[in-house]
């Protein structure tokens, strides 16, 4: 019975989640489902998203901006990190997207995703 209990818990949690990040994404053009086709398949793509997402979460003015000017800072991610404007532009949905989830790491999304992060 407990089990049950919290895994219904669970679900809702999920599902207010989801809610929530969509709503959020919305503010960017963004759709959940868009987010699926996005994910980067090459290795050190993948590892390369996780760094500027890192990056822009280490910087609390990073952050503020992205959601201030619904865009990523391209020119300071392209000095700081030496990145390609083409990659930005090629994962800039994918990394915001990313970003806000990530953003809350005791989240039940970010639980859920961290591992295919890695």
């Known amino acids: 019975m407990f089990i049950k209990k ?13 809610l ?15 987010l699926t086709s996005m994910n980067p398949l090459k290795p050190e793509d993948k590892k390369l998203v ?7 979460l280490d910087d609390h ?3 503020k901006y992205v959601y201030t000017n619904k865009k990523l800072p391209m020119n300071m ?10 990659f930005l532009k090629k994962n800039n949905d994918y990394i915001i997207g990313m970003l806000i989830i990530m953003e809350n790491k005791s ?8 591992d ?3």
Do not use: A, M
């Open 20 to 34: 929530d990040l969509n709503n959020k994404l919305s503010i960017f053009g963004i759709s959940i489902k868009s």
């Open 50 to 56: 996780i760094n500027i997402i890192n990056f822009i």
């Open 77 to 86: 991610l392209i000095e700081s990190l030496k990145i390609k404007k083409s």
């Open 61 to 63: 003015s990073l952050i």
């Open 107 to 114: 989240s039940l999304l970010y639980e859920f995703i961290k």
């Open 116 to 118: 295919g992060l890695n």
């Open 6 to 18: 919290r895994k219904t818990e669970i679900t809702k949690s999920l599902k207010e989640e989801i």
